[in-house]
Structures are given as C-alpha cells and as structure tokens.
C-alpha cells in the first residue's frame, strides 16, 4: 500500500533524465570525453519509468543496455545533447541532468585524421553551451535537478551551482572518494535543495541512490502543478 501511494506522485509525470558522457571529436578516430559510464542516469531513468513516469531518457555514448520503459534518445556531443534536450524542455515536468557534458570542444574538427609530426601537438578548445543553466535562465514550471561531480570543496562548489544554474535541487557527488562518482556501481549523494533542505544518500547501489532521489524530489512535484 505504502509502495502505490508513492508512486501515484510520479504517474503520468513527464521526466527527462540526461546521462553518461558527452564525446567532442577532432577528427575520424579521436575524441575528447570523460570516465561517465552512465549508470546513475540509466538508474534514475529506470526507476522512475517504474513508478510510472513517463522517461525521456537523453545519452551520451554507453555500454550499457536500455532501461524498461524507457524513451532513449542518443546523442554523441554536447551540442547534440543541448538540442535534444531543448526539444523536450518545454513539456517537461521534471530535468534531472546526470550527464557528465564536455565543457570545452575542440574548436576545430579535421575531415581526415590528423598525421603525427615531430613536434607538440596545440588543440584550442572552446566552450560548449551549459544546457542545465541554460534550462535554469528559461525555466517556468519544470523542477530542475543538477549533478555536481567534485573533486574537492563538494559542498561550497555544489551549493555555487544550486544557485548560480537556478536549480531545484543539486546532487553532489564525490569523484574522487572510493565507492563513489563516475564508473563504479555505487555512489554516495548529498542533495541541497533550494529552499535549505539536505538529504544525504549513504554509499550504496546507484540503483537503491536513484530510489532514495526519486524519493527525497518527490516533495517538489505537487508544488509545480501546471
Ligand atoms: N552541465 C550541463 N552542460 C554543460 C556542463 C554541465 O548541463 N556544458 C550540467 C551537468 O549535467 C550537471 C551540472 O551541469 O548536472 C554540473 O556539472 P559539473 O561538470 O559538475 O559543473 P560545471 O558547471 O560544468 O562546472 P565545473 O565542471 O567547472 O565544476
Ligand atoms: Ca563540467
């Protein structure tokens, strides 16, 4: 009884999750890109696709199998991934971007690969868009849900992003601390909410962390009816 009426909150909710990495390419065989395997977006997606969302689920390029019940929409960079998460922004009721997105693209891209010379190699890079702040400057109605992947000052730099991104809620993440952040199949969270709240997230399965997300946001839903 307890299980149905939690999940009556999430029933019809339009969810977007974005995860995994972004891949900037310089040229037919290379790529920039980072160490996101994907699996807490998947996690997420899946979870609430379970108590009846209905899932857009936006990703980078994984190795991992499609979620239940679940929309993917592949996408290979961040522009990519800008634009297909700006076609679904508006009907939205919930963003929850877990995607680890390329900050800097390689501002030139080569047709052919590009051949080895004796000396060093310079790629300039430029910035790609930030979509979360982008979606946080635009936002009317949707609950907007951030990662923070930190290496140091998790809290100060994550509570910097709440506020800077205009977030609902921010979920930070330690990527350096054993058992958590990026490829493993665990994950330790705190979530800062807006409005002052903390919720910490234990070490556990990033199945059981999503679980606890999906739990700890669940709040914020009737507060946005349209
Ligand atoms: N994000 C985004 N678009 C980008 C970069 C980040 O939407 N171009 C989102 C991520 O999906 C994540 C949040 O912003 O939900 C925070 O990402 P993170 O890399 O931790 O922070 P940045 O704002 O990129 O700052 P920095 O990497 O310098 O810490
Ligand atoms: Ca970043």
Do not use: C
């Not at 019809?12 to 972004?22: D, L, Q």
């Not at 857009?56 to 634009?83: Q, W």
Request: aromatic content about 6%; cysteine-free; proline content about 4%.
């Amino acid at each position: 009884h307890f299980i149905k009426k939690a999940n009556l909150a999430w029933q019809g909710k339009n969810v977007v999750v974005t995860a995994g990495p972004t891949q900037e390419v310089i040229d037919p065989v290379r790529f920039f890109s980072n160490r996101s395997s994907g699996k807490m977006g998947y996690a997420i997606a899946e979870m609430a696709a379970a108590r009846g969302a209905q899932v857009t689920l936006i990703s980078g390029p994984v190795s991992l199998p499609m979620p239940h019940g679940v929309k993917r929409i592949s996408v290979h960079n961040a522009a990519e991934m800008f634009s297909a998460v700006n076609d679904v922004f508006e009907h939205a009721d919930v963003i929850i971007k877990a995607a680890a997105v390329a900050d800097y693209k390689p501002k030139e891209t080569f047709d052919q690969k590009v051949k080895k010379s004796t000396g060093d190699l310079m790629i300039t890079m430029e910035r790609t868009e930030d979509i979360l702040k982008s979606l946080g400057e635009r936002k009317s109605h949707q609950i907007l849900v951030g990662f923070a992947a930190e290496s140091e000052n998790i809290e100060a730099y994550a509570k910097k992003k709440l506020d800077t991104k205009n977030l609902d809620v921010i979920a930070a993440n330690s990527i350096v601390k054993e058992g958590s952040g990026f490829q493993g199949d665990t994950n330790e969270l705190v979530l800062y909410f807006k409005n002052g709240r903390e919720v910490s997230i234990p070490l556990t399965t990033k199945v059981a962390a999503a679980n606890q997300l999906l739990d700890a946001i669940k709040p914020l839903l009737g507060e946005h009816i349209k």
